[in-house]
């Protein structure tokens, strides 16, 4: 898949309510493992991410902090793998039910 964006914020806010939302956003992780965005949008966040803190100096008078974290995924299970765990689930039943001592009639 291509690289898509899903959500982005700008906005100025006075540093008490950065902190506020860098705490908000800290509790959120901690908790379920998600980070909540927009009106009902989430996303679930690995055990384990990669993280990177950038602080630079962009201009006499401007500074900037950038905090980034990534993660991948499990892939999840193809269709194809899936048919063919079913298959190969199915083969050996049926391998079971050959093997089995065949009950005789009585009389």
């Known amino acids: 898949m291509a690289h898509m964006d899903i959500y982005e914020d700008a906005r100025t806010v006075s540093r008490a309510d950065l902190a506020a939302w860098l705490r908000q956003l800290a509790n959120q992780l901690e908790s379920d493992g998600r980070v909540y965005y927009g009106a009902a949008g989430a996303v679930a ?63």
């Open 45 to 107: 966040v690995a055990d384990k991410v990669r993280c990177e803190l950038e602080i630079e100096r962009e201009s006499e008078t401007e500074f900037s902090v950038e905090i980034e974290f990534s993660w991948t995924q499990p892939a999840p299970v193809k269709a194809a793998d899936e048919e063919k765990t079913a298959k190969d689930d199915d083969a050996a039943e049926e391998q079971d039910a050959d093997e089995a001592p065949e009950a005789t009639p009585q009389a």
